[in-house]
């Protein structure tokens, strides 16, 4: 059944995505992982996590932004310009860092030159970058304004009702990938992480509760335990990654990632949202609230400290800290890891790459290689 969530994530289009169009649903994409999905699907509204990972050159997105930025959001753009999200009614642009707040005003300028490559909807949501009374207030107005465009844009109506509705269903799928992650943690993981990251992807691109049903069916089913045997367990940890082939080269025939702290991969769905509070504050107090991402200032102590518990819980034997070149976030606060994480007797193994095609196959291996070498010493 792993099947089916790999066919989804190795594209950008799916049948679960093509039959909500057929019906007349709506697309909007977006960027971010603090962009709180309920509201779109209160809407009902299909959310689509944007993605360009089969991106094979990047000339549109070197036009506008340069040479010497993150590629992920060049990346983006550069499907964008090559017609890839045709298929999306709408896109949210966030600032989870200054190359991807350059997003919104590349795009726009892309397509005063490029016909048609801007959706009607285009929206920039601005998410603040601390958890206190004052940002949660103003990330509720944000969220108060976002509900408006989408309601004057698309002709609908979202109530409180409908956005609790959505919480409900979210958290329902949340528990659902709470409880992979313990599995995928145990002593015989059901999936690679290569698999897992095909199941997040999925989680972003197919409607909520279909997603539901596949997740469910397939923590029912009995995976092959054993497949994993003996192999050294490695965390993931660092910038935005939804490249299977990335991880199926870490993890080769001597390792398997067990564990995973970053975008695209179980971190957003870490908490779920309360359901017993105004759904506006909930959603913003929640998203806020999530620490993960080096995005959100002052938080690198519970960061840390979110990895060491998972080193002792999942039996960790290795991490791999990865950053996208010019990844200021993460490429800063990866050398503060592997700093702290090597003093505290864990190996690390600092990796620096592109986002798009893998084609450093043959650099990324041999440090793999070696630190295989250090874990099975």
Request: net charge negative; glycine share 8%.
């Amino acid at each position: 059944m792993i099947d089916n969530f790999l066919q989804i994530a190795k594209a950008q289009e799916n049948l679960y995505l093509n039959h909500w169009r057929e019906q007349g649903g709506k697309i909007v994409g977006y960027t971010c992982s603090y962009v709180p999905q309920e509201i779109l699907h209160a809407g009902g509204i299909l959310p689509f996590r944007l993605r360009a990972s089969q991106s094979e050159k990047t000339n549109i997105g070197d036009t506008y932004f340069g040479p010497f930025i993150c590629s992920l959001p060049k990346c983006i753009l550069q499907s964008a310009g090559e017609g890839v999200y045709k298929f999306l009614d709408g896109a949210i642009i966030t600032a989870g860092c200054d190359s991807m707040r350059r997003l919104h005003e590349c795009w726009r300028k892309a397509d005063q030159d490029i016909t048609n490559i801007l959706p009607d909807f285009f929206f920039h949501l601005g998410v603040p970058h601390k958890a206190s009374s004052y940002s949660i207030k103003w990330f509720e107005e944000e969220l108060h304004r976002l509900i408006q465009g989408l309601q004057d844009q698309f002709q609908l109506s979202i109530s409180n009702q409908d956005i609790r509705e959505s919480i409900n269903l979210y958290n329902k799928s949340r528990d659902l990938i709470q409880k992979l992650e313990q599995e995928r943690q145990s002593e015989h993981p059901p999936v690679s992480g290569a698999e897992a990251l095909g199941i997040y992807k999925t989680a972003s691109s197919v409607p909520r509760q279909d997603f539901i049903d596949l997740l469910s069916g397939f923590i029912e089913q009995k995976q092959d335990s054993n497949r994993f045997r003996d192999r050294k367990r490695l965390m993931l940890v660092g910038s935005a990654n939804d490249d299977m082939e990335l991880l199926q080269l870490l993890e080769g025939d001597r390792a398997v990632v067990v564990a995973d702290q970053n975008c695209f991969g179980a971190r957003s769905e870490l908490d779920k949202i309360r359901e017993d509070q105004d759904p506006i504050f909930a959603l913003a107090s929640r998203y806020l609230h999530k620490f993960y991402c080096p995005r959100m200032y002052g938080q690198y102590q519970n960061r840390k400290q979110a990895i060491l518990d998972t080193v002792e819980n999942a039996g960790i034997d290795g991490i791999v800290l990865q950053n996208i070149r010019f990844c200021d976030l993460h490429g800063a606060e990866n050398g503060l890891l592997e700093r702290d994480l090597e003093a505290a007797g864990i190996p690390c193994l600092k990796l620096e790459r592109e986002y798009g095609s893998l084609v450093e196959t043959g650099r990324i291996k041999m440090r793999v290689d070696a630190f295989m070498e250090r874990l099975e010493q």
